[in-house]
């Protein structure tokens, strides 16, 4: 597969970077590790780390209001793999941020729960079960070319 061994980062754009960053940073907690700037000092992008190697990128300055809908040509949403979903919902509604829909099983044997952030961007929390289909699927890619 061409050498690729992960996806490194997602990068959104957004109409208000302090209220992103408010967002994703401040309530979801992941921390802010660097910035880049144009010449002119203003912020070019906002490096937040999901994990050592997985990062979103936030760019300021978005043309529209709101992330296209759900239907829309381009990405559909992002997902963040979680351990513990209904300890990370509880603390998410403590946070301020409300869910777009609880927890609940998904067509693939995972649980999921889903959030919106600021610019309409949408969230997938997904909690993955022993015998999901994605982990189904690996363990037959693993013997089919063992």
Same mark, same amino acid.
């Given at each position: 597969?061409?050498?690729?061994?992960?996806?490194?980062?997602?990068?959104?754009?957004?109409?208000?970077?302090?209220?992103?960053?408010?967002?994703?940073?401040?309530?979801?907690?992941?921390?802010? +590790?660097?910035?880049?700037? %144009?010449?002119?000092?203003?912020?070019?992008?906002?490096?937040?780390?999901?994990?050592?190697?997985?990062?979103?990128?936030?760019?300021?300055?978005?043309?529209?209001?709101?992330?296209?809908?759900?239907?829309?040509?381009?990405?559909?949403? +992002?997902?963040?793999?979680?351990?513990?979903?209904?300890?990370?919902?509880?603390?998410?509604?403590?946070?301020?941020?409300?869910?777009?829909?609880?927890?609940?099983?998904?067509?693939?044997?995972?649980?999921?729960?889903?959030?919106?952030?600021?610019?309409?961007?949408?969230?997938?929390?997904?909690?993955?079960?022993?015998?999901?289909?994605?982990?189904?699927?690996?363990?037959?890619? %693993?013997?089919?070319?063992?």
């Amino acid at each position: 597969m061409l050498g690729v061994v992960g996806i490194g980062h997602v990068a959104i754009k957004v109409t208000d970077l302090d209220r992103s960053l408010d967002f994703y940073r401040d309530r979801l907690g992941f921390p802010e +590790m660097l910035r880049l700037k %144009h010449d002119n000092g203003e912020t070019w992008l906002v490096y937040l780390r999901i994990t050592d190697d997985q990062y979103l990128e936030i760019f300021p300055g978005a043309e529209n209001d709101r992330a296209p809908g759900w239907n829309a040509n381009g990405v559909n949403h +992002m997902c963040f793999t979680i351990e513990d979903l209904e300890g990370t919902t509880e603390r998410i509604k403590a946070a301020g941020i409300a869910l777009t829909s609880e927890i609940k099983p998904g067509l693939d044997g995972n649980r999921q729960a889903w959030i919106e952030d600021p610019d309409g961007n949408r969230i997938e929390l997904m909690e993955m079960a022993q015998d999901c289909l994605q982990l189904q699927a690996i363990r037959r890619l %693993h013997q089919e070319h063992a």
